[in-house]
């Protein structure tokens, strides 16, 4: 039998190997963990600044509440932060025996609760649990948290990619929808982005309310079949960029709107620059203009006479913010979408899952984070967390 030594100050102590909720797990006779995470001690690019770190986690105590990663998703916000270049930063620490002080890459993700302290009481071992705000720190194999740091979901009916995603992509498509302007059935919005998680994701709520939608997506190889495949999800009509560039696209927008008699009462906004604006023009007298992202880093200037003279209202939207001061209504948002999944009436977005076992190199980790800063990809990048 392999034996590891775990050290604790000057004292090493044997781990063993032990078998627990269908997962071999290294542990002490003394109940500490063994485990890995992705850190960084300075902002920069994934493969200058990330590494993987191993280190012991201590039995659970009073409110706290020991996880096993079981899926983490690569988002952009997670390289914007390693890149310094987010809003919301986690602080670097010495809390896991590191040379400098670091933090855990990753936001989102879902764990198995493996061992709680003698005051939890809103979850037990065997929970499914995701984190309940940013800067949690996701890409690890295990961590310790206090209960209220994370949200318990119901795990029947759905799969660890899914569990892992639900959080951010389907809930900011969600409040979109809901939360700027009073759309009812029949009503249009339009979105660019389409192809993200968030728009593929407002496409298919959307389509479960009776909204229709008008969809613009970046030219790449097989964009047609994208379009195909946008429409199977719900999506009204899809465009390219160039096609609402082009003129006489908005003729077009009143030949699907019925002369413009149905309103379209919403854009999306998560690209920026001119051709977002194309899209404010489409709107309808006293429409909402929402910007949650700025992918093109460009700037928009905003023709005031949509702001004057048809009262189109430009708002901004972000999820954290939202999550923070509406925790209960993210929860009951985290439920009805988990619901969704289980009727079978919302599809995941396309993934590219990378394997991370106790085994996995740091190399293979860090060009996996690397790889959500390419251009077209196939799906987003997800750590599935197997043998750890």
């Known amino acids: 039998m392999r034996i590891s030594l775990l050290r604790l100050g000057h004292r090493a102590w044997p781990l063993y190997p032990v078998r627990h909720t269908h997962q071999k797990r290294w542990i002490s006779a003394f109940g500490y963990e063994q485990a890995k995470a992705l850190v960084y001690s300075q902002h920069g690019e994934p493969q200058d600044v990330l590494s993987l770190h191993t280190h012991s986690i201590s039995p659970a105590h009073s409110t706290q509440v020991n996880l096993r990663f079981l899926s983490a998703p690569i988002n952009p916000a997670d390289i914007n932060q390693l890149q310094g270049v987010y809003p919301s930063q986690p602080p670097f620490t010495p809390a896991l025996g590191t040379a400098q002080p670091s933090a855990v890459a990753g936001n989102e993700g879902a764990a198995e609760v493996l061992s709680v302290g003698s005051a939890v009481r809103s979850v037990q071992p065997g929970d499914w649990v995701i984190p309940r705000t940013l800067c949690f720190g996701t890409w690890r194999t295990h961590a310790q948290a206090d209960e209220n740091q994370v949200l318990r979901i119901e795990k029947q009916g759905i799969s660890a990619a899914q569990a892992g995603t639900v959080a951010v992509n389907p809930c900011t498509a969600y409040r979109l929808l809901l939360d700027f302007a009073a759309l009812r059935p029949g009503d249009w919005f339009v979105q660019n982005g389409a192809n993200s998680g968030v728009g593929r994701a407002a496409v298919q709520l959307g389509r479960l309310r009776g909204f229709r939608s008008i969809n613009v997506v970046r030219v790449r190889p097989g964009v047609e079949a994208l379009k195909q495949e946008l429409r199977l999800l719900g999506a009204d ?31 999306l906004n998560c690209v920026g620059g001119k051709p977002a604006i194309a899209l404010a023009k489409l709107l309808s007298p006293g429409g909402h203009f929402v910007t949650y992202g700025g992918m093109s880093r460009q700037p928009m200037v905003l023709p005031v006479s949509l702001q004057i003279f048809r009262d189109i209202h430009f708002d901004g939207f972000w999820l954290s913010r939202w999550s923070e001061a509406n925790p209960e209504e993210k929860k009951a948002t985290v439920e009805d979408v988990l619901q969704f999944i289980r009727e079978g009436l919302f599809k995941d977005a396309p993934l590219q899952e990378i394997e991370w076992t106790w085994e996995t190199t740091a190399d293979r980790l860090k060009k996996a984070a690397a790889g959500a800063l390419e251009g077209f990809r196939t799906g987003k990048g997800m750590f599935i967390f197997k043998d750890t």
């Not at 096609?243 to 009462?265: C, D, H, Y």
Request: aromatic share 6%; glycine share 10%.
């Open 237 to 267: 009509q899809v465009v390219t960029e160039e096609e609402l560039m082009a003129r006489g696209f908005g003729e077009q927008v009143k030949e699907w709107t019925n002369a413009g008699r149905s309103p379209i009462k919403l854009v």
